[in-house]
């Protein structure tokens, strides 16, 4: 099965800067790599995800970078803002083939957007 | 579409009760995640199914728990009997399994309290 570790698990940042978070993984053949952002009280919802084939992926202030080879992928948020704070989890797939499979999630990452 | 859905939203009970978590899926969804979350443990997968059938329920942590999808628009998690180390957070989710389909909607999830 996967392992995936998680770092920091706080990270805390003024508000306009960048903030990275990173992730490694254990399965060489993981093929597909989500980021979950989880507000307190509510659910968590996928912000962006990023497959093998492919070394990054940009959607506005928000970035994913995969390094296969390190089975290592990061997440950078630039230009944060207050409604950035959150926690933060990655994840990738439990068994190899990042079909229909279930997520091993790292522990999270609280991010804290200092004003 | 309203999303996943899941009743009830709080759940308070006595330790040795019997506990029945409800999930609907998103119409058109073929595979089906539970979830648990604690604060120690962080997001733990504990069974899914596709198309209905449990494929993997190695992360159900003993025998007290058990999962069944008995049609594509219906799953239920039943604890019995329930302890108070069982106190968490349960999240239902689902997905499409198809091509290049793998994002996984959380539903709001069941706050569970065993006292």
């Known amino acids: 099965g996967e392992n995936v570790e ?32 989880q507000e307190l009280g509510k659910r968590p919802q996928l912000i962006i995800d990023i497959r093998s084939n492919v070394g990054e992926k ?12 390190a089975k290592h992928f990061s997440l950078h948020i630039t230009e944060t803002q207050p409604e950035d704070s959150a926690v933060y989890f990655c994840a990738a797939p439990r068994e190899s083939g990042g079909g229909a499979d279930g997520l091993t999630f790292g522990k999270g990452t609280h991010l804290i957007i200092q004003p | 579409d309203a999303g996943v859905i899941q009743s009830p939203r709080h759940e308070v009970t006595e330790m040795g009760q019997e506990v029945t978590l409800r999930c609907k899926p998103i119409s058109g969804h073929n595979s089906l995640f539970w ?22 329920d190695s992360g159900m942590p003993e025998d007290r728990f058990s999962a069944k999808m008995p049609n594509a628009s219906f ?17 239902c989710a689902s ?11 959380f539903g709001p999830g069941t706050r569970l309290t065993v006292l």
């Open chain 1, 6 to 37: 998680q770092h920091p698990s706080t990270l805390s940042v003024q508000e306009g800067d960048s903030a990275v978070i990173k992730c490694t993984y254990s399965d060489s053949a993981s093929n597909y790599f989500p980021w979950y952002k």
């Open chain 2, 35 to 56: 979830y648990r979350q604690t604060m120690m443990r962080g997001l733990e997968l504990l069974i899914y199914f596709n198309n209905n059938v449990p494929i993997d």
């Open chain 2, 95 to 105: 997905s499409f399994w198809g091509a290049g389909g793998n994002e996984q909607f």
């Open chain 2, 75 to 91: 799953s239920t998690l039943k604890i019995q009997p329930s302890e108070p180390r069982d106190s968490a957070v349960y999240f």
């Open chain 1, 58 to 69: 940009k959607d506005q202030r928000i970035a994913v970078t995969l390094n296969k080879t």
